[in-house]
């Protein structure tokens, strides 16, 4: 048995990396101690296998065991130039297979939303039950004019193409990795989610999950970004497995209007909304997001 680890505030976890078949290298992270429900879970848009609850209870309260990995291009994954969104579900389906998991739950927050719908859309099978947290989605002239700056920025570069958009998230790159961090690039946010980035644990996990995230530079971002942008390479009405989707009536990095287009072309959905609430405090929901997952797990 592998010698779990454990970080400095006393979280257990244990890395690893996989070989894929093409070649790649995909980075893997197991959050929790052994025992726990395994529960496949996709970190948004940019992110890796650090990221985190500051609150280490919640995880320990519900009983699950993350499996995190890293995208192509972010943190110690192998970057994919011109990948989409569904090939990627063929590392996931990878990862489960080096992990004698035949079926699990999975769940997506924002970025990861698009990638846990197309996993379940081409393996229904290994998917018992799947939901979507703030869940990134293609947007309307009308909602992209909501965004949070940088956000609506990066939103018309990416109609110019790879290298306009790349450009971009370099020098945005470099004011996540400085002081300023995440919560200085997103200070327009709406209040709930600047309440949220002003917690000096939530600051502290940022930072070492974004340094981690981008350490390879912005290419897998920008490859990242361009595959969610626009129409997507699978069709959501494709997917079988229940899903349940929870979503904030003020979110400005993913707007709630254009998350009920995707909503109506799932077969089994439930979307739960919360009032006067953004995108990065769906945190403060995650034991009853997971709660509820877990609960529908067969």
Request: charged residues 25%.
């Amino acid at each position: 048995m592998k010698e779990l680890q454990k970080t400095a505030d006393g979280r257990t976890f244990e890395d690893g990396v996989l070989t894929l078949r093409d070649g790649r290298l995909l980075a893997w992270r197991w959050w929790g101690e052994q025992g726990g429900t395994p529960l496949l879970r996709i970190q948004g848009t940019p992110s890796s296998r650090m990221q985190y609850n500051p609150d280490a209870n919640v995880q320990r309260e519900v009983g699950a065991r993350y499996l995190m990995a890293d995208r192509p291009g972010y943190g110690g994954s192998t970057r994919k130039p011109g990948r989409a969104i569904a090939d990627i579900a063929d590392d996931y389906i990878e990862l489960l297979d080096a992990h004698g998991l035949e079926r699990v739950p999975a769940m997506g927050t924002s970025g990861g939303g698009p990638h846990v719908l197309a996993l379940a859309a081409r393996y229904p099978e290994r998917i018992s039950a799947a939901t979507v947290v703030v869940g990134g989605t293609p947007l309307v002239p009308e909602e992209v004019a909501q965004l949070v700056g940088v956000n609506a920025r990066g939103y018309a570069l990416a109609e110019q193409g790879w290298d306009p958009l790349h450009e971009f998230l370099v020098e945005v790159r470099k004011r996540l990795l400085s002081d300023e961090g995440m919560q200085g690039v997103l200070s327009d946010a709406p209040p709930s989610d600047r309440a949220l980035m002003s917690d000096p644990a939530w600051q502290r996990m940022s930072r070492e999950n974004i340094a981690e995230t981008l350490r390879q530079g912005a290419e897998g971002w920008t490859d990242e970004s361009l595959a969610m942008h626009g129409e997507w390479d699978f069709d959501p009405s494709e997917v079988q497995t229940p899903v349940t989707w929870w979503h904030g009536d003020d979110d400005k990095n993913a707007p709630l209007s254009a998350a009920r287009r995707v909503v109506a072309k799932l077969r089994k959905v439930d979307l739960r909304t919360w009032h006067n609430e953004g995108h990065f405090v769906s945190l403060t929901h995650d034991k009853e997001i997971v709660q509820e997952l877990l609960s529908r797990s067969e």
